[in-house]
């Protein structure tokens, strides 16, 4: 079955950035809506950004400014470019994607194991 792999965690310092990505497995039919979530420890987990196929975006109120969330379809990869990052934004980041696998005929949701973003001196 087609897992998400997400890469580019890391540690850095308060007002460095860092990019991650996120690519299918394996080989998809079509993708929808992709999206980076985050969780910190003792919190719940929480949207950072969307975009649509379209290229439409959604931040949360916390990143906006420093975050963007792209795609390259060709690669079927999404990105989160993250700048001025702050203590705050430490976290387990997940990739999300809202789509029909290689083996699939069915829309379905997807994430990532996670990668982990650490902001601190």
């Known amino acids: 079955q087609v897992r998400l792999v997400e890469s580019g965690g890391g540690l850095v310092q308060p007002g460095g950035s860092l990019r991650l990505s996120c690519a299918p497995s394996?080989?998809?039919?079509?993708?929808?809506?992709m999206a980076w979530y985050r969780q910190a420890p003792g919190k719940q987990r929480e949207e950072v950004a969307l975009?649509?196929?379209?290229?439409?975006?959604r931040y949360a109120d916390s990143v906006k400014g420093r975050f963007t969330i792209s795609t390259d379809k060709a690669k079927n990869t999404v990105y989160l470019q993250m700048n001025s990052l702050k203590p705050e934004d430490t976290a387990m980041y997940y990739c999300?994607?809202?789509?029909?696998?290689?083996?699939?005929?069915?829309?379905?949701?997807?994430w990532g194991q996670g990668t982990q973003v650490t902001v601190s001196s």
């Open positions: 999300y994607g809202y789509l029909i696998g290689g083996g699939s005929s069915y829309w379905d949701d997807y």
């Open positions: 394996g080989s998809i039919k079509s993708m929808n809506d």
């Open positions: 975009i649509s196929p379209a290229g439409n975006t």
